[in-house]
């Protein structure tokens, strides 16, 4: 079973511009949620998780556990921002940690 | 602070033939992750130790692969033998913490192409 959607494989918007990455779950019980990047030629890292309910880079995401949902927003893209996105869904032990299919983002200047 | 490290980072062999990977996480991390990413998709968790036992396994092909961390340090990932499906990125992960919401620390990864 799909855990985690991401709809968009790839994703355009001009510096300045809003951006907001779309993310889906399915789990039973209540799932820690993650948003992972990795720019051009560097390694996977996180970006930020719900249960800190903070921003990173401009980022936020919030948990809507009745639509299932944990989109990524910002209000202003920058062109550092290019990079591909994941987000991810763990189970609370730790265990079972599963990624999207990711979503290229592109800021053009 | 010295990241995950990953070897060899790159690999290229023929279908039917043996390969192993290595990693070394971060030091004083309990947790470690085996994924495998296929070219297009998310990384695919393979396993997961805590220390030198298995926390979850349940998405590693067994037949064909193994992974041991004997002295809940360093960790090798076996593939014997490789299939054309296999090619990928295997990608190595480790956590101070044994919970769900702590960091998980990516190395750089091997790119296996089977031939």
């Known amino acids: 079973a799909q855990r985690v959607t991401q709809p968009e494989k790839l994703l355009s918007v001009f510096k300045g511009a809003p951006v907001e990455l779309k993310c889906n779950y399915s789990?039973?019980?209540?799932?820690?949620l993650f948003w992972y990047v990795q720019y051009s030629r560097q390694r996977l890292q996180l970006l930020l998780r719900?249960?800190s309910r903070e921003s990173i880079k401009g980022f936020t995401a919030d948990l809507n556990k009745g639509e299932t949902s944990f989109h990524l927003k910002k209000p202003f893209a920058q062109e550092e921002d290019s990079a591909m996105y994941y987000c991810?869904?763990?189970?609370?032990?730790?265990?079972?940690?599963?990624f999207g299919t990711g979503t290229s983002l592109t800021v053009i200047p | 602070e010295a990241g995950v490290a990953q070897s060899p980072r790159y690999k290229i062999i023929e279908k039917r033939q043996s390969v192993a990977f290595w990693c070394n996480p971060i030091?004083?991390?309990?947790?470690l992750y085996w994924y495998q990413q296929i070219l297009g998709q998310g990384p695919k968790l393979l396993i997961q130790?805590?220390?030198?036992?298995?926390?979850?396994d349940s998405q590693l092909p067994k037949d064909r692969f193994s992974a041991e961390r004997l002295k809940g340090v360093d960790s090798t990932l076996k593939i014997q033998p490789a299939k054309l499906e296999d090619s990928a990125v295997y990608l190595c992960?480790?956590?101070?913490?044994?919970?769900?919401?702590?960091?998980?620390?990516f190395g750089p990864g091997t790119r296996l192409t089977v031939l």
């Open positions: 991810a869904l763990s189970g609370q032990a730790g265990n079972q940690f599963y």
């Open positions: 719900h249960i």
């Open positions: 130790f805590q220390n030198n036992g298995v926390v979850d």
């Open positions: 992960a480790s956590k101070l913490l044994a919970g769900g919401t702590d960091t998980q620390y």
């Open positions: 030091s004083g991390h309990a947790t």
């Open positions: 789990y039973s019980g209540s799932p820690e």
